[in-house]
């Protein structure tokens, strides 16, 4: 189990890494854009990551390649809410294929899925921090190397505890 907890920090047996969370904190999660990393226990869903920028990634998941046609839908008014979709589209939605590093790496939690609840948050990644591990708009963000090494470690089926 990968614990998250509040003061920062992710944890894997023996390894901890810090984080950057949500900018409102670890909490109940309840709307779209509340800046909350949500509290609860999930599961990993995809990995995509930039082959331009990320050379050599050794783990146990199947990697999805990131192309610039590919978004996340943040829009609670499209039926592909919380999902991956093409771009552009006439939907609100995040680009994956960004000039920062951000999401050269992404773990995606299946937070608010089956069944996906409009308004309710989406996209709660795990992805490359920023500079000082600035807060995050709700997802959980790793040092480039700190990801690439947890994913190294982790098993497929691991799960994720946000607390």
Same mark, same amino acid.
């Given at each position: 189990?990968?614990?998250?907890?509040?003061?920062?920090?992710?944890? *894997?047996?023996?390894?901890?890494?810090? %984080?950057?969370?949500?900018?409102?904190?670890?909490?109940?999660?309840? #709307?779209?854009?509340?800046?909350?990393?949500?509290?609860?226990? *999930?599961?990993?869903?995809?990995?995509?990551? =930039?082959?331009?920028?990320?050379?050599?990634? $050794? %783990?146990?998941?199947?990697?999805?390649?990131?192309?610039?046609?590919?978004?996340? %839908?943040?829009?609670?008014?499209?039926?592909?809410?919380? +999902?991956?979709?093409?771009?552009? $589209?006439? *939907?609100?939605?995040?680009?994956?294929?960004?000039?920062?590093?951000?999401?050269? #790496?992404?773990?995606?939690?299946?937070?608010?899925?089956?069944?996906?609840?409009?308004?309710?948050? $989406?996209?709660?990644?795990?992805?490359?921090?920023?500079?000082?591990?600035? $807060?995050?708009?709700? %997802?959980?963000?790793?040092?480039? +190397?700190?990801?690439? +090494?947890? #994913?190294?470690?982790?098993? =497929?089926?691991?799960?994720?505890?946000?607390?």
């Amino acid at each position: 189990m990968i614990i998250i907890n509040k003061s920062g920090f992710l944890k *894997y047996k023996h390894f901890k890494f810090k %984080c950057a969370l949500g900018k409102a904190g670890i909490k109940k999660k309840k #709307l779209e854009g509340d800046q909350i990393t949500p509290k609860g226990t *999930y599961k990993i869903l995809n990995i995509y990551f =930039r082959k331009d920028r990320v050379k050599k990634i $050794s %783990c146990k998941f199947k990697l999805i390649k990131i192309t610039k046609k590919m978004g996340w %839908c943040d829009d609670p008014t499209s039926k592909n809410y919380n +999902q991956l979709i093409n771009i552009p $589209s006439k *939907y609100n939605c995040e680009k994956l294929f960004r000039k920062d590093n951000i999401y050269d #790496l992404i773990i995606v939690l299946n937070y608010n899925t089956r069944p996906t609840i409009k308004f309710k948050g $989406s996209a709660i990644f795990i992805h490359i921090a920023k500079k000082n591990y600035l $807060s995050t708009e709700g %997802c959980i963000a790793l040092k480039k +190397q700190d990801l690439i +090494q947890l #994913l190294k470690i982790i098993p =497929r089926k691991v799960k994720i505890e946000i607390n």
